[in-house]
């Protein structure tokens, strides 16, 4: 049995257990299983990995994503530049290292990080790009956002994050002028707000600057019209939600996993 899983705290509302347990199901792979384990302090996650030594793929979702970089033995060189993962695979190969104890643990494995955030927002951003998405905001500047950042350079997008605090290279969300949001047409939600089940709060925006020229990204997907998107079209702009990038990035590290 191949056992692949969701790493993370809370997640009880899990897309990832969810899309895989269908796959398999739909695809015939009997024997494949997806577990979700809610994992609030990482120091646990190579116990985890003992208990369950059928193990080959993880998925990392918040609070970990950039934490869970300290227990890995290998970057993919994206991973690396993002400073985030959101993949792992386990490769039945060399001990990895309990850190905490400082001891080698009976683990006859080595971790390695991903981040396929990244690959499935270019993929599903790049179809919606026009020569004036030139310009762009990522608000919030967590793993996700990181992944955002990447891309956008990537692609020879200019971006400022937008944060609750300002701060050296960033702007506060009480900056955000009428100016600053003509002058930048996409606009990214990087961050958990406005997801179920608090699906009526949203950034805070001043959205009556919003063109028809704009382009709004919520890289949330449950639910699939956010407060932020619903607002950005009721001034026009274009929407879209995270859900094309969550199936993008999965089947992406389902290649990972099996590669």
């Given at each position: 049995m191949k056992k692949f899983g969701l790493i993370g705290y809370p997640i009880t509302h899990?897309?990832?257990?969810?899309?895989?347990?269908?796959?398999?199901?739909k695809q015939g792979f009997e024997d494949c299983e997806y577990e979700a384990f809610p994992l609030q302090n990482l120091s646990d996650l190579p116990e985890l990995i003992k208990a369950n030594p059928d193990l080959v793929g993880l998925n990392v979702t918040v609070p970990h994503k950039i934490g869970v970089i300290y227990f890995l033995d290998k970057l993919d060189p994206a991973a690396k530049e993002i400073d985030a993962v959101n993949c792992i695979k386990i490769v039945?190969?060399?001990?990895?290292?309990a850190f905490f104890s400082g001891e080698l643990s009976s683990l006859q494995v080595r971790l390695e990080g991903y981040n396929t955030d990244a690959y499935g927002f270019e993929m599903s951003l790049k179809p919606l790009l026009h020569k004036h998405h030139h310009k762009a905001l990522i608000l919030g500047?967590?793993?996700?956002?990181?992944?955002?950042?990447?891309?956008?350079?990537?692609?020879?997008?200019?971006?400022?994050?937008?944060?609750?605090?300002?701060?050296?290279?960033?702007?506060?969300?009480?900056?955000?002028?009428?100016?600053?949001?003509?002058?930048?047409?996409?606009?990214?939600?990087?961050?958990?707000?406005?997801?179920?089940?608090?699906?009526?709060?949203?950034?805070?925006i001043p959205y009556e600057f919003l063109t028809s020229k704009h382009l709004l990204y919520?890289?949330?997907?449950?639910?699939?019209?956010?407060?932020?998107?619903?607002?950005?079209?009721?001034?026009?702009?274009?929407?879209?939600?995270?859900?094309?990038?969550l199936h993008l990035q999965a089947e992406k590290a389902w290649d990972i996993w099996n590669s």
């Open positions: 899990s897309f990832s257990k969810k899309y895989f347990t269908e796959k398999f199901e039945n190969q060399h001990p990895v290292e500047a967590g793993g996700a956002a990181r992944a955002v950042a990447y891309v956008l350079h990537k692609l020879g997008i200019t971006y400022t994050h937008v944060s609750r605090r300002s701060i050296k290279k960033q702007l506060s969300y009480k900056q955000l002028s009428k100016d600053i949001i003509r002058d930048n047409l996409l606009i990214i939600n990087a961050t958990p707000v406005g997801t179920y089940p608090h699906i009526e709060a949203f950034p805070d919520d890289l949330v997907y449950n639910p699939a019209e956010t407060v932020f998107l619903n607002r950005g079209k009721e001034y026009g702009a274009e929407v879209k939600n995270g859900l094309e990038m």
